[in-house]
């Protein structure tokens, strides 16, 4: 009987008799797929002694192949235990890493919100600056109307005219009252020497400048 294997090569191959994978060096193909073990086994008369050699043969390849499974199993319970171990060790140090970089990125918020804010409050406080001037200029022009139309003997605007018959006088009327407020703030302003909306023809101020 022929076979199929290479020729003069170290093989591992099926014996035909055990089934067992043994080592074989073929130089011929009608070489026979016999291990050495399984040599004196061939022939009908041997086949009870041929049964029970291989029964031992496969018992022994059971037995190292359970003991290199427990091994194998040992070793992997140790690497998995050392894994476990290691991923411990790593976890710590995600949540150390996490912990400082979530503490910088909230010092870094902080910053920015602060910065925020005070830009917010400059932007404000410039708002309310423009505003303020703008109100005084408004004010200031009122102010000049009012001193040129505003009520004088005879029942007469400064004017001239009669009361009843200034407009200028009759638009600013209801204004006088806060007109008044923003003059007599504006001249307090002005004493303790800070900035004012008062026009310069104002009395105050001319006052001010004869010192």
């Keep these: 009987m022929t076979h199929a294997h290479p020729l003069h090569a170290d093989l591992e191959v099926s014996c035909l008799c055990c089934l067992a994978v043994q080592p074989f060096h073929f130089t011929s193909t009608s070489d026979q797929v016999v291990c050495t073990l399984c040599l004196h086994h061939i022939g009908a008369e041997k086949s009870e002694r041929r049964d029970l050699e291989h ?13 290199a499974h427990e091994e194998y199993i040992a070793e992997t319970d140790a ?6 171990q290691d991923l411990t060790i790593l976890r710590d140090q995600v949540a150390e890493l996490g912990a400082l970089v979530a503490g910088q990125f909230s010092a870094g918020i902080e910053g920015v919100r602060q910065l925020l804010q005070n830009d917010l409050v400059r932007r404000a406080e410039r708002n309310t600056e423009l505003a303020r001037r703008q109100i005084d200029w408004a004010m200031a022009g ?4 009012a001193a040129l139309h ?14 009843g018959t200034c407009a200028e006088s009759a638009a600013i009327d209801s204004l006088r009252q806060g007109l008044g407020d923003w003059e007599k703030k504006n001249v307090l302003l002005l004493q303790d020497g800070r900035r004012h909306g008062l026009p310069a023809e104002h009395p105050a101020v001319l006052a001010q400048r004869i010192r």
């Design 55 to 67: 029964v031992r043969l496969w018992a022994a390849r059971w037995g190292a192949s359970e003991t």
């Design 79 to 84: 690497l998995l235990v050392a894994r476990d």
């Design 142 to 145: 009122l102010w000049r109307i």
């Design 150 to 163: 505003h009520d004088g003997p005879a029942a007469k605007c400064s004017c001239g005219r009669t009361a």
